[in-house]
């Protein structure tokens, strides 16, 4: 049926159709915005800078700055696995976490890592000081413990 040249669609379809684009333009342009305002691309480098786009973040960072492995290693090193996609994968699902904490506000006063990303980044140690811990265990268990026991201000001295 001919609606006469006129821009709005006639049939309820089209006008369906013509809601939902709008509705997903008004996602995606949010989304983007968002994303652009909350520096997102920085959080694809390996540059520690990215991790005080966050205010919350500053006494990590300059926690970082005195600590022994500043000149060695950033936050990825320690705090991403270091294979693709491994690393993206980790990324993606902590800046997911972080986006959703600091948008509520519901994050702890004092930060503290959880238990997977304690995993990741014993992981790392390990692996970055793989010759020096390759014999020692735990006695029984055979487990390597846990680097932070002995070594807790190495990423981020007090």
Not at 138 to 157: F, I, K, L, R, Y
Request: glycine share 10%; net charge negative; aromatic share 10%.
């Amino acid at each position: 049926m001919d609606n006469g040249g006129s821009f709005w669609p006639n049939s309820r379809w089209q006008q369906g159709l013509l809601g939902l684009t709008g509705l997903l333009g008004v996602l995606v342009g949010l989304g983007l915005f968002t994303f652009n305002f909350a520096e997102g691309l920085s959080y694809l480098s390996d540059d520690p800078e990215a991790c005080v786009n966050c205010h919350i973040m500053r006494q990590q960072y300059d926690g970082w700055n005195r600590a022994s492995h500043h000149d060695v290693a950033s936050c990825n090193d320690c705090h991403t696995p270091h294979r693709f996609p491994d690393k993206y994968v980790v990324k993606a699902v902590n800046g997911w976490n972080h986006s959703v904490a600091f948008t509520t506000g519901n994050f702890p006063n004092t930060i503290r890592i959880r238990a997977f990303n304690a995993e990741v980044t014993q992981d790392n140690c390990v692996e970055c000081h793989e010759t020096m811990v390759s014999n020692l265990h735990e006695p029984g268990s055979g487990a390597t413990p846990a680097c932070v026991t002995c070594h807790a201000d190495v990423g981020h001295s007090p």
